[in-house]
């Protein structure tokens, strides 16, 4: 969808390139067909530190979900601002032009990722609430602190 909807658009005002790592890349033909010099299908990535250290933009066009977007996390916590789907969004409680872009249309997608690519300052102040985000939301202190109060409110309504 993104690739053959929403990355010409984007193509057309700057030039750059897709890289697409996942798994489900391993298993979809139809997603290794998009390969061209603009678009790099590198299918399943051990280790994405190399990708997180070389991309600009991380996208997450999800129009249907049934479960936590944790590379946007990841990408989040490596400094890389995002344009995302609302559902994507509305998932995490992301706010537009906070922690990332938001888009409900493919034409939004697109101006989204041309300005986190092209405004240096909105760049830098989505990767800086998008580190505080991350802080706030999922850090070691903050999921342990979680665990501690399910596991009281576990223990306090079993009957011994």
């Known amino acids: 969808y993104f690739a053959k909807e929403i990355f010409p ?3 057309k ?6 890289i697409i790592a996942g798994t489900n890349t391993d298993k979809f033909k139809d997603i290794k067909k998009l390969s061209s010099p603009s678009i790099v299908v590198k299918g399943f990535v051990k280790n994405l530190e190399e990708l997180y250290e070389n991309c600009r933009v991380f996208i997450v066009p999800t129009r249907y979900s049934a479960g936590i977007p944790s590379k946007l996390l990841e990408a989040m916590s490596h400094g890389i601002p995002s344009a995302v789907s609302f559902l994507t969004a509305e998932q ?3 706010a537009h032009g906070r922690e990332a872009l938001v888009a409900k249309t493919p034409e939004e997608f697109a101006e989204n990722v041309i300005s986190l690519y092209t405004n240096e300052p909105l760049w830098t102040r989505v990767q800086k609430e998008g580190f ?3 802080e706030k939301t999922c850090s070691q202190e903050k999921l342990k602190n979680e665990l501690a109060n399910l596991l009281r409110l576990l223990f306090s ?4």
Request: net charge positive.
């Open 9 to 11: 658009e984007i193509r």
């Open 13 to 18: 005002k700057i030039n750059t390139r897709l």
């Open 92 to 94: 995490l409680g992301l």
């Open 132 to 134: 505080y985000y991350i």
């Open 157 to 160: 309504q079993q009957k011994f």
